[in-house]
């Protein structure tokens, strides 16, 4: 781990850890700069690179945030100084879509944007193409999600939407962030289980020391490493999409987000299961941290593409190579990806 990285981790955990109400701590992730992550030193950011986003976005799953800071990472990424400047760092997705856009001007409804009510800039998939609205002209009607996080509707009447070149679909690239939340929600509902397994007393010694507990913590536990292997591989592979001038596009990597995504969604159930099961009743009681990170688990598993979605969409991409082009088509891909990383 680089020392930079270190001390972007260091600084969003005093952030994440301290206690604040959503709304503040938002406000304390813009300040500290942490949207900025993957923009230059010279525009106003860190330098980063994905590796370090994924790291970041983790980090809040971990400790069970729930606000957009993946979507405004990728968004600032995307749109440069100018969603500093203009917009405040508050870029965030809309899942989906209703309406037409018409001469450049949406009149529709956004639907499933997380923490839109304070958001700045919208990005969303609208007839085949990526825009960006100005929420400030828009109707908002307020929502949240199961677990309490906000997630409202937009409506838009005759809004001027500039058009976004992205290196995938807005879909896949929303579907990015949930991985690495997944993947630090899933450690640290492991983190939690382990410790109680630990402390809990059964026929005079603790849970943790009885094998069928034991068995089922090293199965939540590989589910935990495997989403974060996966994470880490979509991540590189989502830097290595955008070449540094000019945004082109160098290839799409939905193939290895769809794979990540899916093999998240996945690990949920079993993760979930395993984290209530071991501990009992307490496991769901409103006090105790645990739901925390299971609602947003459920949440981030459905959001963004469920395990059906992307298993169908993982299967085309790999059917269109047919039998006797795949391993090659997965090895030029892998290959590609590690000299970006390198």
Not at 72 to 86: D, K, T
Request: proline share 4%; aromatic share 8%; with cysteine.
């Amino acid at each position: 781990m680089s020392t930079e990285r270190q001390m972007v981790l260091d600084t969003a955990e005093r952030i994440f850890a301290g206690g604040a109400t959503p709304e503040t701590m938002w406000q304390q992730v813009i300040e500290a700069g942490l949207p900025a992550l993957l923009l230059p030193e010279a525009d106003g950011g860190f330098g980063g690179d994905w590796g370090d986003a994924f790291s970041l976005i983790r980090l809040a799953g971990y400790h069970a945030v729930g606000l957009p800071l993946g979507e405004a990472i990728i968004g600032v990424a995307l749109f440069g100084s100018e969603a500093i400047s203009a917009f405040d760092s508050r870029v965030v997705f809309a899942e989906s879509a209703s309406g037409t856009l018409d001469g450049g001007n949406f009149t529709g409804i956004l639907h499933g944007v997380a923490s839109g009510r304070t958001a700045r800039l919208v990005l969303a998939s609208i007839a085949g193409q990526t825009v960006g609205l100005d929420i400030s002209g828009a109707i908002v009607t307020p929502g949240e999600t199961l677990a309490g996080d906000p997630c409202d509707s937009l409506e838009f009447r005759a809004a001027p939407a500039s058009l976004c070149p992205v290196p995938t679909s807005l879909f896949a690239l929303g579907a990015l962030p949930r991985i690495a939340q997944i993947a630090g929600a899933m450690d640290g509902a492991l983190a939690l289980a382990i410790g109680h397994a630990n402390e809990r007393q059964q026929f005079g010694k603790p849970i943790g020391k009885l094998q069928a507990v034991q068995q089922n913590l090293a199965v939540m536990a590989e589910a935990a490493a495997a989403v974060n292997c996966a994470g880490q591989a979509a991540f590189q592979a989502a830097g290595q999409a955008l070449v540094s001038t000019g945004g082109a596009v160098k290839f799409d990597p939905e193939f290895e987000i769809a794979a990540a995504k899916l093999r998240a969604n996945i690990a949920v159930d079993a993760g979930t299961a395993i984290a209530h099961q071991v501990h009992g009743g307490i496991g769901f009681t409103q006090d105790y941290a645990l739901h925390r990170f299971t609602r947003r688990l459920y949440v981030w598993r459905a959001e963004f593409g469920n395990e059906r979605f992307w298993a169908e969409r993982l299967g085309v991409l790999t059917a269109v190579q047919g039998g006797d082009k795949l391993w090659a088509y997965l090895t030029a891909r892998s290959d590609l990806v590690a000299m970006g990383a390198a």
